[in-house]
Every structure is written in C-alpha cells, then in structure tokens.
C-alpha cells in the first residue's frame, strides 16, 4: 500500500531508515518522509484516488503507513472546498475557493497531522508521545492518542484557547498550561522528552505531521483536475501546511500527474507575530525570534518555526509571497466571511481574506486568478472573538 | 435531476403542488415530500450515488431540490461513520458504529435540514424565514440563509448554548432571546409570521428539513451495503431525524434497493425532558406536553413535539423502543466516548451510550447486533460540560 522508501533530512540530506522513530537530523535539520516515486509512476493510477472511501487514507500511497491496521481515523480529510462568489465580489476575486478545514476532527486542519503522525507512531509501536502547541495541535493529537490507546503528555500556553484545554482534558491528555509561549512550552517539553523518553512530537520534530498536511495538496490538486490552482494563501505559525502542500506539488510534479503550472504560495502572518513575512521582506533564508508575539490568532502567534526556512524556500521557489494583517482586519474579515459565505472560521482562516484583498488592490494577484483560502479551523473554537448583541423577549412578546 | 412530485399530509393524505411555498396542511399535520419512485427505480442505479461528488446533494434524485442553480451548500453529509471497538468493548457490543454529526457546517447535523431547507426556500422564492430553536437550527439555519443571500428571524432560549447565540449574530440573523423554552420562542415566531407574512421553517412546519435529514439514513444504508443495521439509536427532541431515516427505509424498500432488515429505531431522551418516552411506555398515538423541561442536553429539551406521533409510530413499526438517561449519565458517557473513542461529543449525542448500555443489559439489543450512534453534534458547542483541572507550569518549570 505505502510506498515509503526511507527519511531524509531536509537540510544535509542525510539518510534515515523508516522502520525505526525518529526525529530531527544529526544536523537539526528536520526529516522528510521520502517515496518510491518511480514505483509509484509504475503502478498507480491518480484516478484511483477517487474510487475510494472518502478521508485523507485514500491517498495512502503517498502516505506512510504500511499496514493498514494501525490506520488511527475520526474521519479527517476530504474538507469541502467552496466557490465563494458572494466574498469574491466584495474584494474582486472572481474565482475564489475557500477550503474550509475547520470541518474536520476537533474542528482544525491539525486533525491531519495527528491522523498521520499518531497511526505511524502506532506502526512504530511507540507508548508515550509529548508535544507542546498552542493549543488546537494538542487537541487533535489529544483526540488521535484517546483513539489509539497512545499516551501523550501535551503543554501549552496558559492563554491557549479555553476550548483547546478542555480538548486535551476530556480526551484523557496529561496536559500543563505553561506561563509563557509555545516556545516556552517546547522547552519544558524538551527537557522531560530528554529525562523520560518520551517521543517527542513537536511541530517538524517528527516527520510525519507533514504528511498529514500534504494531503490538503493532494485534495487540491484532485479537485482541480490534477492542476494546482494560480495562489494559495495559507496562516502560517509553525508553516507547516506551506511545506506540506509544497511537498505535494513536487512529489505530484515528479509522478508527472499534474500540469505544468505553479501555485504560488503566499504565507499569511498577524502583524503582532511575522517572523516569515520580515524575513521574506529581508531576503533572509531563516527568520529571527520575534520578541512580544501578540495576535489573537494564536495558531500563528510562533515567534520562530523550527521549519522557517523550508517555509521561506517554498514560498519563494513558487513565486509567492509573505504579507501581514492588523487583527482590526482579522476581526473585520471574520464578521465578512460569515455573513457573505455562511463560514464561521478560526481568526487565523480569517487573516486570509484581508491578505487576499490587499494583493488583488496591490496588483499581486489578478482578478481572474484561481485563487484558494486556506482556512485552518472553525469558528466554534473562537467564540470569545463574537460580541453578540442580541434583544431579550418575555414570554408574550410580539416582534 | 429531483424526481419530486407533490406534497403530502401525513395526518390526513391531502396532497398539495410543489411549485409554493407550503406549511401545516389544513388539518393541521405536516406535509412531507413525494417522489415519483417508480420512475426513479426505473431509471437510476443506486452504484451512481458513490461515483458522485460527496455531500449530501449526491442523492438528489431522491431530493426536493428542482434546479442544482439553487443548490446551498457548504459542504454538509457524508459525515463518518466509525468503528467503536474500545467503547463498544466497554459495553458489550462488538458492531458498534458512530455516526459523527459533529463534522457537519456549523457542528450539528441541523446542518443537512438547513441545506434542504434554504435551498428549496430559495428555489420558491422565499426572501424572509423565521423559526424558533434550541439553538444549533438557528446556527445552521443562519449559516445557509446568510450564503444564500435570504433574511432569517431566529428566536432561542435566553439559556440556549452561548455558541448558537454567537453564530446567529455572526451570520448575520435577526435573533432573539426568549425568556421561556424553544415553545415559547415558537409561539412568538408564529405571531411573527402571522403579521408580517415570513416563512415559517419551525420544525416539521415546512416540508423539506425532513429530505435534508432523510440523508442519514440514505448514507448508513449504502455504507453498510444496502442494508440498514440492525439499531440505530438517536436523541430524540423535534424527532426529525428519525422520521427523516424511516422515510429514508421506507422509499428505498419500496424502490427495492436494499435488504429486507428493518432497522430498529430507539428514540432516546433525557429524564427531564421524556414526553415521548412515557408515550411511548403507554402505549399513546401522540406524546402529552412535558412541564418543567430540564437537561443539560438542549436539542432534546422539547416539551412537545409537532411531530410526535410520526415518531411514535416510526419506533413502533420498527420494533425498536425509547429509553430516557439520566444527566448524571449523559456527562459520564461523554467522558467515556472522548477517553475510549477519541470523540468529544455533544451531550444529546452523549445519551446514546448509556441507552445502548442499558439496551444490552436488559436484552433488547444483542451484543451481536450491528448498532448505530447517531451522534448529532460536537461537543465543542457544549465547552461548559467540561471542567478541567490542569496544572499550571512556570516557564523554567520542569515535568
């Protein structure tokens, strides 16, 4: 079923075997998964794909579990993607497409990244995973790990979202609220990973996640009719959705099954937290630690992202770009999105509209462009972002 | 496309045109939908719904919905239906299935009656809807009015779940708080009605959310091969799933598509709120109006259901039964569904736990039996159930 070959780091190039854990490189660079692409090509129709029972799992070729039996599924994936023409029209876009991944498990694209990373951590016969996150990872992998009878030990910022912290209680997690940032969090969680041996699942720490996501790539492709759509504008924390869908596009690129066009990718980042977009700005190759992260889009509030250079590498190979929004913009774009689509999102889908709107008046992207949003989670998870004002009535009231 | 032919009453057998807007018949009984199924079984191949695009507009021969122009939809149906090994382990039944509403838009399975119901409110023209909800109707019905451009007047209980009121306003819906039950919030909606001539799309009040749930019933049928499992349980308040699933049997029994097993329906309520339950135990035709209405699982805090005897008769036709749980059991089966099957449930999908435990016990259900939980929705609507106790680390903190 998998055609799993072996990992490589991402930065020397070094090989690993994939029959053993594993997490970052000698080096510190981290590992990606690599695939008998020429077997693949060989032997696997891309039309294949659809025939199948819906959920992320139907590309399992390109995925890599081995055995189907430690398959660990809540049935993620397979996220509707939606014309979105009413939104189109208020900012000039006339073929707008909103992914919407908040309708996945525990409501957030991270459900991917668990769905993978916790069926190969099954296959791999691992007990005990830890992670740190800013709150909606620990929630999927939290829900993934109840699943698979796996425990995990989860920190996260004592602001992470209310709703994240009851996630990971009510899914059984070991979970500590850390006065500090993600990166913080990623300390203290590195240090017990060190003292008990637990396998660290730390955002590109493993190489797994990404698999997860680069099926968000693969759906888009499909969905297209094997052609990447002109941008993809994505909310990028640790980046990870940016390397995935990336990773996708070459490996699809390489089996030859998509036409020739490239997507350009466009990392979207709260202006209180842009560590990539500065760095972008600057032609750096890595970005720096950004000191006082403040957004209310707390998925992308990731002062620096182990990953930050794959992420920069991406977006400028496919001709993207990096840009901010102000969160009076996140605020705007969400009421926006709601009430011209229908979609409650997360903030961090919610920067998209704002970003996607400044590049079509700065001229980035043309109205006529194939453009997809990629947003990252539902709203249900933010209800504290709604101030609703609404009118009481007694019992024999008229209206 | 739709093979849609008239309405007609359920109580009386009068039979109205499709080509108006239509509530209660003159007699007072709702109006349910009429296919023309011996042209469908004439010309459709049940194998085609699989190959189509998923959602549940793939079964639209078998749907109101006239024009696919008018179609509103954000992604709704073919929801997963997974394996619960370890909780069925916990219980005693070794074919348990969930059926997870919770991936629905908006987190609910009123996400399919919405879909149905707007689309069709647009395909007649309809510009101004109104409706009384528990609160997660109102949410889906706000979502699919705002994507569809159509003005909606929802009025809930001023105790209605905090989210329902935030996706209300966020959608944009004029949305009122009521200080009374979803009843009350009726009664205020009618006279609404009655003088500003809106919509009426209260529960069973307008014909089409029925086809949206009958969807339900249409995927479990082809999941498990044409044939429906021996049990499906399902939180019963407004009822309207189950009368949409016995439609579902009943119109593809009589196109012959699938097996001769009846599927035992189980209408399952709360202590507090269990008029179709005692009616049910005495053996009446309708259910008698619950005073003092009290549990914490609110989509199933309906005193008096319009369509009660719809229900009671579905239940009874199909052998199965209905059972109350206890509040006490509901939070204890929600916990035990997130630790064992990674799934945060809402609490009316909660319920079904403990009845399928008691319906083993007692022998109603065998632990042999193919049985499904129709979870309705995601728990992440009802975060107040949940009270976690977590450590708090300081940043140099160790574990």
Not at 120 to 135: D, H, R, V
Not at 185 to 212: H, M, N, Q
Not at 236 to 243: K, L, N, R, Y
Request: proline share 4%; charged share 25%; hydrophobic share 40%.
């Amino acid at each position: 079923m998998s055609y799993f070959s072996y990992l490589q780091c991402s930065k020397c190039g070094k090989e690993y075997s994939k029959d053993e854990p594993h997490n970052l490189c000698e080096c510190g660079g981290p590992l990606l998964v690599r695939y008998d692409l020429h077997s693949i090509k060989e032997n696997v129709d891309k039309n294949l794909f659809k025939t199948r029972e819906k959920g992320l799992f139907r590309f399992k070729e390109l995925l890599p579990i081995e055995d189907e039996k430690n398959i660990v599924s809540l049935g993620e994936g397979d996220t509707p993607i939606l014309k979105a023409d009413s939104l189109g029209e208020k900012i000039g876009a006339e073929n707008l497409y909103i992914k919407d991944e908040g309708l996945n498990p525990t409501g957030t694209f991270k459900s991917r990244g668990a769905a993978v990373g916790v069926s190969k951590a099954k296959e791999l016969g691992i007990k005990t995973i830890a992670m740190p996150t800013a709150g909606n990872a620990g929630g999927a992998w939290s829900a993934y790990s109840a699943k698979a009878g796996i425990e995990l030990i989860v920190a996260m910022p004592k602001d992470a979202p209310d709703l994240a912290k009851k996630e990971a209680f009510i899914y059984g997690s070991r979970t500590y609220l850390v006065k500090g940032l993600i990166s913080d969090a990623g300390k203290i969680i590195a240090k017990g990973v060190k003292k008990y041996g637990w396998f660290d699942a730390a955002t590109l720490k493993e190489p797994y996640r990404i698999e997860g996501k680069k099926t968000m790539g693969l759906e888009l492709a499909e969905y297209f009719n094997w052609e990447f759509p002109d941008a993809i504008l994505y909310p990028t924390g640790g980046g990870v959705g940016i390397i995935g869908i990336w990773k996708a596009f070459k490996e699809l690129k390489e089996l030859g099954w998509i036409k020739d066009k490239i997507p350009k990718l466009i990392a979207v980042q709260a202006e209180g937290c842009n560590p990539i977009v500065k760095a972008f700005n600057e032609n750096s190759e890595a970005s720096e630690f950004y000191t006082g992260a403040n957004t209310i889009a707390g998925g992308i509030r990731v002062p620096k992202a182990l990953g930050d250079f794959i992420v920069l590498d991406a977006v400028r190979q496919s001709k993207g770009t990096a840009i901010e929004v102000k969160d009076s913009e996140i605020i705007e774009s969400l009421n926006l999105l709601a009430k011209t689509e229908g979609l409650f999102v997360a903030p961090e889908g919610a920067t998209l509209v704002a970003a996607a709107d400044k590049l079509i008046k700065n001229g980035f992207l043309k109205s006529t462009d194939k453009i997809v949003l990629l947003n990252t989670g539902c709203g249900l998870k933010y209800a504290n972002l709604v101030e609703e004002e609404l009118q009481v009535l007694e019992i024999d009231a008229d209206i």
